[in-house]
């Protein structure tokens, strides 16, 4: 009797397109735990057809016979498959698989949160136009809950703050740097080794990720998209063990790369680079390779969403949520459209206020300090206090400065100026304090 039950419910196809690294956990998901998934959407859930460019190399993961393919016009033009898994990564040919999957009435999940931060508008009015939905929580954040209670379970509050450490190897990087006083490039040859890191790591140590991330995270939050070639971002790569440790025996604070976005007067401020983050604050204790979002409504306060942002397993957890989701309310209106925003202008980095933490390198000889000084004060940077290594007369030190609040072109300015003065031996370093 119960088996006649179970052959009733209605099945529910999925085609997967992308057999890589989190395609291989989506297929091992739904075979670990399919009974449990069907249970929680009363439908039988069938994972109809796999595409990939290589569909020979063994992934560790059972696959019925007949469910892979090369062609993925077997996905794009099967009635049959209601949900596309869209996991080939990269700018196209996915938008092109997205687009034509939502043309054929199919929902889409995607983890693809470079396509998400380019073509935004391209997409959700696609999926708006053909009644289907699309969704996209392992695109930020890996396997953490972030996106619908984002969109969904704050939807009371008017978002006012949102800090993010959203890229692992960033994050892996910055701890091991603090906790063994090893250098940058010494870490991120360990993060490779380890494959924390990818052997081209520009795209995580220079901001690029947790910037397309911070897009997504903006647009749920304050209803705006803001296009990454229009904000400031700045990587991790010149960060020294001498920055971590004056923050941290000086100022008691942690090196970060964060993402920041938050709204003051109907101005956005959006921005990724490192942030000296005090020790107090719920942020500093996110370390190694996990992922953190904390954000500020006007109503709920602060909230703080934690766990593994990346990988096999915990982004194929979050991909497979979504199509859950989908299953339990197929005729749901695309998921995320835009919230009402309150953004009439985003703020240039040039005219953020913040309080400066400076490594000058420069000879130590008289004048030195009264000179920089002279800089700062002639562009209305009041320092708060000021610390010196020592040496032998003549050599190059490093001086540590940190500023009361400043305008942000009044202290690139500053720096501009102090790094053409002779007793300066290399570039000034800047790190922005969290407050």
């Not at 889409?108 to 508008?121: E, M």
């Not at 500053?414 to 000034?428: C, G, R, S, W, Y």
Request: charged share 25%; with cysteine.
């Amino acid at each position: 009797m119960q088996q006649e039950v179970f052959l009733m419910k209605e099945t529910v196809n999925i085609g997967l397109i992308g057999f890589g690294t989190i395609g291989s956990g989506v297929v091992a998901t739904l075979n670990q735990n399919l009974p449990l998934l069907e249970n929680k959407v009363n439908k039988k859930v069938n994972l109809k057809r796999i595409v990939d460019l290589d569909i020979t190399t063994d992934r560790g993961v059972e696959v019925q016979p007949g469910v892979l393919s090369t062609s993925v016009d077997d996905i794009l033009e099967d009635e049959e498959i209601d949900i596309v898994i869209e996991l080939v990564g990269g700018y196209q040919p996915a938008l092109s698989f997205i687009l034509k999957a939502m043309e054929n009435g199919k929902h889409v999940v995607t983890a693809n949160k470079a396509l998400l931060a380019k073509h935004w508008d391209e997409i959700i009015t696609s999926a708006q136009e053909n009644n289907v939905r699309v969704s996209f929580e392992a695109s930020v954040g890996g396997g953490i809950p972030l996106l619908a209670p984002v969109n969904d379970g704050l939807a009371a509050n008017n978002i006012e703050t949102i800090y993010g450490i959203i890229n692992g190897t960033a994050n892996y990087i910055l701890t091991k740097m603090a906790a063994e006083g090893l250098d940058f490039d010494t870490v991120l040859k360990e993060a490779q080794e380890m494959g924390y890191a990818e052997a081209d790591p520009t795209f995580d140590i220079e901001g690029h990720d947790t910037a397309q991330k911070l897009i997504i995270l903006s647009i749920l939050g304050f209803g705006v998209y803001v296009e990454q070639e229009k904000f400031h971002v700045e990587g991790i790569t010149r960060i020294t063990p001498d920055d971590i440790q004056f923050a941290r025996d000086e100022l008691g604070s942690v090196v970060k790369l964060l993402a920041i976005a938050k709204i003051e007067d109907s101005e956005l401020e959006i921005r990724v680079h490192p942030t000296l983050v005090p020790e107090t604050h719920l942020l500093a204790s996110v370390n190694d390779v996990f992922n953190a979002v904390y954000l500020e409504g006007d109503v709920v306060g602060p909230v703080l969403m934690y766990g593994a942002g990346a990988g096999m397993m915990p982004t194929a957890s979050a991909v497979v949520a979504d199509c859950l989701d989908i299953m339990q309310d197929m005729e749901k209106p695309v998921a995320y459209g835009p919230r009402e925003t309150r953004v009439e202008k985003v703020k240039d980095i040039s005219d953020v206020q913040s309080k400066y933490y400076l490594r000058i390198t420069a000879l130590d000889q008289p004048g030195v300090l009264h000179s920089i000084s002279g800089v700062l004060s002639d562009l209305d940077i009041s320092i708060e206090s000021v610390s010196q290594k020592k040496a032998a007369e003549g050599e190059a030190v490093p001086i540590f400065m940190v500023t009361h609040q400043a305008l942000e072109k009044n202290v690139q300015e500053a720096i501009k100026l102090i790094d053409q003065m002779e007793f300066v031996k290399a570039d000034t370093n800047l790190i922005r304090l969290l407050e």
